[in-house]
Each structure stands twice: as structure tokens, then as C-alpha cells.
């Protein structure tokens, strides 16, 4: 395996709990990405636990190791054919995995995740680890 991965939310989880069958897979990529929705959604996680400050400790030093990509018009691009797709089909997901799958797909990556309604999103490379 090999390639340029995006890691979704829950598999950044696994990383924070040590999932040893995530980190295996990790060695074996060529470049890891992360996008901003998913560190947002780690820093509400976070901010609602009992441990927040420790939390957004861990996180704010997990943000510095890896390359992030953020949104921007292109992304909004993506979202809107993605997002209208999706409703055309009857088929939602959550609108931060509609971001998610739109800086998959902007940057022509694969995508990383354990949500399996990312099925549902047309053009977009899924591995689920």
C-alpha cells in the first residue's frame, strides 16, 4: 500500500487510542493529510470532555506533526456538487464528512475512514482501516 491518504475523523481517534492495526497502516502510507473539519470535530469532542484541557493539549501537539489542508473556493466547489449529488440521490451524510470528502477530492486523495456513508459520495477513493 501506498499513496496520499486523508484521514478521517474516527480514524484519528484510533490513532489517540493506539489502534495497532491504524498505526501498521500508517507506516506503510506514502503521505498522510488531515483535514481542518476533522480536527474541529476532535476539538468540540474535546471541549464537552470531562479531561479538556488534556485533550486539546493532545491535540494542539498532534496538529503541529501533520500537514493539514484547509478549505478554501475550490473545496466550496467540491462541497456544493457533492452536497447536491447527495440530496439528488436522497442519500445525506453529516456536513462535516461532506467537507471531508470535498478536500478528498479536491486534492485527489484517498480517503481514510470507518463511515461507510461515504459510499454514497460519487468519485471519491475510500479505504476503511
Not at 493506539?18 to 474535546?46: K, S
Not at 457533492?82 to 467537507?99: F, S, V, Y
Not at 485527489?108 to 475512514?113: A, K, Q, R, W
Request: hydrophobic share 45%; proline share 3%; net charge neutral.
Amino acid at each position: 500500500m501506498n499513496g496520499r491518504f486523508l484521514l478521517d475523523t474516527n480514524i484519528l481517534i484510533a490513532i489517540f487510542a493506539g489502534d495497532p492495526n491504524v498505526r501498521q497502516r500508517l507506516t506503510q502510507a506514502a503521505e498522510i493529510f488531515v483535514p481542518v473539519v476533522a480536527l474541529g470535530e476532535l476539538y468540540y469532542g474535546a471541549r464537552k470532555s470531562t479531561r479538556s484541557d488534556a485533550n486539546v493539549k493532545r491535540i494542539d501537539e498532534f496538529a503541529t506533526s501533520c500537514a493539514v489542508l484547509e478549505c478554501d473556493l475550490d473545496t466550496a466547489r467540491h462541497y456544493g456538487l457533492i452536497k447536491n449529488h447527495l440530496r439528488a440521490k436522497g442519500r445525506p451524510i453529516p456536513e462535516n464528512d461532506i467537507w471531508i470528502a470535498a478536500v478528498a477530492r479536491q486534492n485527489g486523495m484517498t480517503l481514510v475512514s470507518r463511515d461507510t456513508h461515504f459510499n454514497e459520495v460519487d468519485a471519491l477513493t475510500l479505504e476503511v482501516w
